[in-house]
């Protein structure tokens, strides 16, 4: 019977066939995806999002269309929990 992951320990998986199933590698490198926000021209966040680094994060900015009033300014969640500046949107 099936079982949702929510019910199996912290960081453990099931075997299949005698490896780890694919949610162990998924889950890592979901944890290990920075958090972004994007920003409007008013300081208001429109977006968040986890992109593999910050050309990702940058360039999602630059094409989105899902925001009225676009994106301003993009940031990162820090090591110490604050945010900082990803970078400039043109290069």
Do not use: C
């Not at 079982?3 to 998924?26: C, I, N, Y």
């Not at 900015?61 to 009033?69: F, N, P, S, V």
Request: net charge negative.
């Amino acid at each position: 019977m099936f079982r949702f992951l929510t019910e199996w320990p912290l960081g453990h998986t099931p075997k299949v066939d005698g490896r780890q199933g694919q949610w162990e590698s998924t889950r890592a490198s979901i944890a290990s995806m920075p958090r972004y926000r994007f920003l409007d021209a008013l300081g208001d966040v429109v977006a968040e999002g986890d992109h593999a680094d910050h050309a990702e994060a940058l360039l999602w900015a630059r094409d989105e269309e899902e925001t009225e009033d676009g994106v301003n300014r993009v940031e990162y969640l820090g090591p110490d929990g604050d945010w900082r500046w990803a970078g400039p949107l043109q290069s």
